[in-house]
């Protein structure tokens, strides 16, 4: 089956520093990738639709500048979080399909845990 | 607007006993994909099942069944013979039918399956 593969799985780093999430398709070409941004207990909430070899698509009130977001080939898309504060503390994930039609699942990767000292 | 609601914030279900997840949603297209994803406290994202709304049968998986009521618009989740493993974060997720890549989710169902 499809296989996404998320790297780092936790970041810890003090505040001010930028962290750079990947997300891999191992197995598959994805044109298409998403980064979502979860709360504690809470469901996941769509950050940008990254896009190859073109701009990322970013939802409301997602701060293009705070997350920048490269898809340079089709395999591999980054989020770097850039001057990182305590508020961007979260949990990343990151998905990709490889059938545009829609009767194919998102696959995800493990996540990233990011906390913010 | 598409939307997706889970009514259930949390459910208990003993083991081997059979369990529903609750699943509305809101569309006025006519094709769409509705989705199950089982998240872990570690945190990943596993899918389990997909009904399209084209589908005349009721998608089935394994212990996983969807119980697919078109005309209510209900994609309640069927989870057979409860294992203590199934203890999760169970959420909905509907294909966006304005842009078929993107998911809606749901708020999401706690589950927890005790001995």
């Known amino acids: 089956g499809a296989v996404v593969s998320q790297h780092p799985s936790r970041v810890i780093c003090k505040s001010g520093t930028s962290v750079k999430i990947e997300c891999r398709s191992l197995?598959?070409?994805?044109?298409?990738m998403f980064w979502y941004r979860q709360f504690p207990k809470k469901s996941l909430m769509l950050m940008a639709t990254?896009?190859?070899?073109?701009?990322?698509?970013?939802e409301q009130g997602v701060e293009k500048d705070k997350f920048l977001i490269n898809h340079a080939s089709l395999t591999l898309s980054t989020l770097t979080v850039t001057s990182a504060h305590p508020e961007d503390s979260s949990f990343y994930i990151c998905?990709?399909?490889?059938?545009?039609?829609?009767?194919?699942?998102?696959?995800f990767g493990d996540g990233t845990r990011l906390s913010i000292l | 607007a598409q939307k997706i609601t889970q009514t259930q914030p949390g459910m208990f279900v003993q083991e081997k006993e059979a369990v529903t997840l609750d699943c509305t949603y809101d569309?006025?297209?006519?094709?769409?994909?509705l989705f199950w994803y089982k998240q872990p406290s570690s945190g990943e994202m596993i899918f389990l099942i997909y009904?399209?709304?084209?589908?005349?049968q009721n998608a089935t998986e394994g212990r996983y069944s969807l119980n697919f009521q078109k005309a209510r618009k209900s994609a309640n989740l069927v989870i057979s013979a409860s294992q203590l493993g199934d203890s999760a974060m169970y959420f909905c997720?509907?294909?966006?039918?304005?842009?078929?890549?993107?998911?809606?989710f749901g708020t999401g169902t706690r589950l927890q399956v005790f001995p």
């Open positions: 569309t006025s297209d006519p094709s769409y994909g």
């Open positions: 997720a509907m294909r966006d039918p304005l842009n078929t890549d993107k998911l809606i």
């Open positions: 998905s990709a399909s490889e059938d545009r039609a829609g009767n194919q699942p998102q696959h």
């Open positions: 990254s896009n190859e070899g073109s701009k990322a698509t970013y």
């Open positions: 197995d598959f070409q994805a044109t298409t």
């Open positions: 009904q399209g709304s084209y589908d005349q």
